[in-house]
């Protein structure tokens, strides 16, 4: 039953227009009232079909005005837009939707699929790791103003106030790191170790500030000559070392939204290329220090240190703590996604020679479209530039992967301007002038 009171944000349309200028309540689309038996055969199964298709989309619409105080109005609107849309992908289910919209943290920018994400028990043959020594990029080195110099003095500016570490040393007793049980047994644990150390991204220290844990969720399956190779994703219990740091500045990144108040002159065309950084987060070094914060479950001998490292051992630890810490930037760190996007930005901003005010970011006023110049869209690892020439497009995006590449990065994914690009769970129409999300998503 709809709740009899409206207020100035929710009420029934205004206007003799018919139009409805809020969100809710969502008009209800008009069913036939019947179907005519003069009419032929197929005319009677069209006009049933019209009213099937019109009852399901006020179901949904229903269900979601009731969040709201629903509305039992029926308006008269055309159902083209959905049916253009055409049938649901092939692994669509009635569950598989309810736990996407579920999710304590949806996302736009991952395709909502059945499975992935789950966490899972953790095979070292399944890691998505780099192979070999992937880290090549100084944070510190690369890095400038104001940022830069919070991150070399990260204890000044980075790090909980002294006042409040009692707290915090309660705080952390109450959630220890969370691990896979492979890490459980010494010979599980020591084998991991060697993994990460061979993809280039472990290192030791003989002071341990912070512990983190280590476990795997399902990852996207990969193709490899027509077969589909399982995933696994290493993510680390960043919880304790997270309390110890003090919140990040809010981490502005290219949005879709954000492109779609972008607005082009009726003879303009909107060109887009861009590229993926590869191994984004393990590719970039912590500086000096930070990496003690993220030691792994337990220390180890110098024999098993000398395993690990297959005798590139350092003998300064023969006397000294062992402790094997991640020294990549983790995926769990609270800060490592304003950092990378902080990398990102610089990068953009000096490749093509532009101000900030030129990049699509979410909550920021959208840019305007110059001629002779480029836009930019930097989110975290994935690169896009933008502009109405074609040429300028292209040549901007080259700019700003040679810059990616030249800092340390390595790129994969790379596509060449054109009018029409899907990324970030969306597809971007520079020829029709529009973004708007995959039909998968939908």
């Known amino acids: 039953m709809p709740v009899k009171w409206e207020s100035s944000v929710f009420h029934s349309p205004l206007g003799g227009d018919g139009r ?24 009677q199964r069209r006009e049933r079909g019209k009213n099937f298709t019109t009852r399901r989309i006020n179901m949904a619409i229903s269900s979601l005005n009731s969040m709201w105080f629903g509305s039992g109005k029926s308006f008269k609107i055309s159902t083209k837009k959905v049916k253009l849309m055409g049938p649901p992908p092939d692994n669509a289910s009635r569950q598989g939707a309810l736990c996407a919209l579920r999710a304590a943290e949806a996302s736009a920018y991952h395709e909502p699929e059945l499975g992935v994400g789950a966490v899972v028990d953790m095979e070292l043959n399944k890691l998505s790791l780099p192979k070999g020594a992937t880290a090549g990029v100084d944070l510190v080195d690369r890095l400038n103003g104001p940022v830069k110099n919070m991150v070399e003095n990260f204890e000044e500016f980075m790090l909980q106030d002294g006042s409040v570490w009692a707290g915090i040393e309660d705080s952390v007793a109450r959630i220890p790191p969370y691990n896979d049980k492979l890490l459980g047994d010494r010979e599980g644990y020591i084998k991991f170790l060697s993994h990460l150390h061979e993809s280039g991204i472990l290192s030791f220290t003989s002071t341990c500030r912070g512990r983190v844990g280590a476990f795997c969720v399902s990852k996207k399956p990969k193709e490899v000559d027509g077969k589909l190779i399982s995933r696994q994703r290493l993510v680390l219990d960043c ?12 981490t502005e990144l290219g949005s879709l939204p954000s492109l779609g108040h972008v607005r082009l002159k009726p003879d303009e065309k909107l060109y887009i290329a861009g590229a993926d950084i590869k191994d984004c987060f393990y590719a970039v070094n ?77 909550g920021q006023p959208a840019p305007k479209i110059k001629q002779g110049s480029c836009l930019s869209m930097p989110y975290c690892d994935n690169a896009h530039t933008m502009s ?24 994969h994914e790379e596509t060449t301007a054109d009018l029409q690009c899907s990324t970030l769970g969306g597809v971007v129409d520079g020829d029709l002038g529009q973004v708007r999300a995959t039909t998968s998503r939908m």
Not at 20 to 43: A, C, H, I, T, W
Not at 239 to 250: E, G, M
Not at 326 to 331: D, E, G, Q, S, T
């Open 20 to 43: 409805n200028r809020d969100v809710f309540p969502l008009p209800y689309l008009k069913e036939v009232p019947g179907v005519s038996r003069d009419v032929s055969r197929s005319v």
């Open 239 to 250: 919880r304790q070392t997270n309390l110890c740091f003090r919140p990040p500045p809010h």
């Open 286 to 362: 912590c500086p000096r220090g930070l990496c003690d914060f993220f030691c792994l479950a337990s220390d180890i001998s110098f024999q098993e240190y000398f395993r690990i490292t297959k005798g590139g051992v350092d003998q300064s630890f023969q006397q000294a703590r062992i402790c094997p810490c991640i020294k990549v930037l983790p995926m769990g760190f609270s800060w490592s996604f304003y950092l990378i996007q902080a990398l990102h930005e610089q990068s953009v901003i000096r490749s093509l020679n532009i101000d900030r005010e030129s990049l699509i970011l979410e």
């Open 388 to 411: 109405t020439s074609k040429t300028l497009c292209q040549e901007g995006c080259d700019r700003i992967c040679n810059d990616l590449t030249e800092m340390g990065f390595e790129l």
